[in-house]
């Protein structure tokens, strides 16, 4: 039994559920991310572990306890929210020291917890300055020690970067991070942005539309994505699909698509001849300096540097692909792209279902 445990819970409002019967063990001292889009009911869910929302059918138990009549307070928990919801009258040292205050404990007993926070954090020289005085990331910081002086079982993030600009973002990512190694406990992290997801957690939670498409640690749902929803959600930028038909002959496997272009398909493809299919091909995987596979190429659309690397896009089997390339070595916008692929980094997909092919 995980830490936090969610069994068949569901939330409805209105008469329309809108979580559906999800089933989630998440281990002591594991660091979860609940990702997807807007509106897919992972800020739901978190707000019904905290207690702020009422469950409308299944548990929730921390620990060993069923927590679902529970007030938010006797939780155990602590949360990190989007605004930073600081008292702007107080001083850094009181905001991290009330919730401490509301449960009977003196000055004298706060002091060396928020003293400790305030050292994890980098807060020492802020404690008396008021919100006011400081800057989004050290706002957030504070909202952040708030959570810690309480030493909670479990901590819990709704999007608590969203409102940073992409700089402040890294570096906040970073210091989360630290955090989380530095207090072990149990972390459930809600975003929309996969790219915290993937750098963040020890396992990624993907919704959509209330249900969980896929879990698994961040690497096994960028390499194995269970459907074309996952694959098109996780990797930035999106993984290409294209609409083919499978053709199998012997032990050759192939995919056919538009204008007359094929495509070898990996061996632990499980597909029929004639079957419709979706392929997936990562941007990161369509790199002129590939030496193996099958050959992709086409007129380019568009070319935008990043930097680093370059974002081609081209046209191939009647479809616009994205490509990433280091940037010294990106073609004009005037040539032809042509990068080749290696048969284990195409992904294949069920046309119909969605769900991968690959065994």
């Given at each position: 039994?995980?830490?936090?445990?969610?069994?068949?819970?569901?939330?409805?409002?209105?008469?329309?559920?809108?979580?559906?019967?999800?089933?989630?063990?998440?281990?002591?001292?594991?660091?979860?991310?609940?990702?997807?889009?807007?509106?897919?009911?992972?800020?739901?869910?978190?707000?019904?572990?905290?207690g702020l929302e009422e469950v409308t059918g299944g548990e929730?138990?921390?620990?060993?306890?069923?927590?679902?009549?529970?007030?938010?307070?006797?939780?155990?928990?602590?949360?990190?929210?989007?605004?930073?919801?600081?008292?702007?009258?107080?001083?850094?040292?009181?905001?991290?020291?009330?919730?401490?205050?509301?449960?009977?404990?003196?000055?004298?007993?706060?002091?060396?917890?928020?003293?400790?926070?305030?050292?994890?954090?980098?807060?020492?020289?802020?404690?008396?300055?008021?919100?006011?005085?400081?800057?989004?990331?050290?706002?957030?910081?504070?909202?952040?020690?708030?959570?810690?002086?309480?030493?909670?079982?479990?901590?819990?993030?709704?999007?608590?970067?969203?409102?940073?600009?992409?700089?402040?973002?890294?570096?906040?990512?970073?210091?989360?991070?630290?955090?989380?190694?530095?207090?072990?406990?149990?972390?459930?992290?809600?975003?929309?942005?996969?790219?915290?997801?993937?750098?963040?957690?020890?396992?990624?939670?993907?919704?959509?539309?209330?249900?969980?498409?896929q879990e698994g640690s961040p690497m096994e749902l960028y390499?194995?994505?269970?459907?074309?929803?996952?694959?098109?959600?996780?990797?930035?930028?999106?993984?290409?699909?294209?609409?083919?038909?499978?053709?199998?002959?012997?032990?050759?496997?192939?995919?056919?698509?538009?204008?007359?272009?094929?495509?070898?398909?990996?061996?632990?493809?499980?597909?029929?001849?004639?079957?419709?299919?979706?392929?997936?091909?990562?941007?990161?995987?369509?790199?002129?300096?590939?030496?193996?596979?099958?050959?992709?190429?086409?007129?380019?659309?568009?070319?935008?540097?990043?930097?680093?690397?370059?974002?081609?896009?081209?046209?191939?089997?009647?479809?616009?692909?994205?490509?990433?390339?280091?940037?010294?070595?990106?073609?004009?916008?005037?040539?032809?792209?042509?990068?080749?692929?290696?048969p284990e980094h195409v992904h294949v997909f069920d046309a119909?279902?969605?769900?991968?092919?690959?065994?």
């Amino acid at each position: 039994m995980g830490w936090v445990e969610l069994k068949d819970v569901r939330k409805t409002f209105g008469g329309v559920e809108v979580i559906h019967g999800i089933d989630l063990d998440i281990a002591e001292g594991e660091f979860v991310a609940l990702v997807g889009p807007s509106g897919c009911g992972k800020s739901t869910l978190l707000r019904m572990i905290a207690g702020l929302e009422e469950v409308t059918g299944g548990e929730i138990s921390i620990g060993s306890e069923v927590v679902n009549d529970l007030s938010p307070r006797d939780r155990n928990i602590a949360m990190v929210f989007q605004s930073y919801a600081l008292y702007p009258h107080m001083t850094v040292a009181e905001n991290m020291g009330f919730n401490l205050k509301l449960s009977g404990m003196s000055k004298a007993q706060q002091k060396p917890l928020i003293d400790e926070a305030a050292r994890m954090l980098d807060l020492t020289s802020l404690l008396e300055r008021r919100p006011a005085q400081l800057s989004g990331g050290q706002r957030q910081r504070v909202a952040m020690g708030r959570a810690v002086v309480r030493d909670p079982s479990v901590f819990l993030f709704d999007e608590p970067l969203s409102n940073l600009d992409a700089k402040l973002r890294v570096q906040m990512r970073a210091e989360i991070k630290l955090l989380h190694k530095k207090v072990g406990r149990t972390a459930i992290y809600v975003t929309h942005d996969q790219i915290e997801a993937m750098t963040l957690a020890d396992r990624v939670v993907v919704l959509n539309g209330g249900k969980v498409e896929q879990e698994g640690s961040p690497m096994e749902l960028y390499l194995r994505p269970a459907n074309t929803f996952v694959a098109g959600f996780i990797g930035s930028p999106a993984m290409n699909l294209i609409n083919a038909t499978a053709r199998r002959s012997g032990d050759s496997v192939t995919a056919s698509l538009a204008a007359g272009a094929t495509l070898p398909l990996p061996a632990d493809a499980s597909v029929t001849d004639g079957q419709a299919i979706k392929v997936g091909l990562r941007p990161e995987h369509l790199n002129p300096a590939a030496t193996s596979g099958g050959s992709v190429s086409g007129s380019i659309l568009l070319t935008e540097l990043t930097g680093a690397q370059a974002h081609i896009v081209f046209q191939y089997a009647g479809a616009d692909l994205t490509a990433v390339v280091d940037s010294m070595i990106a073609p004009a916008e005037s040539e032809t792209f042509s990068a080749r692929i290696a048969p284990e980094h195409v992904h294949v997909f069920d046309a119909a279902s969605g769900r991968s092919l690959r065994s």
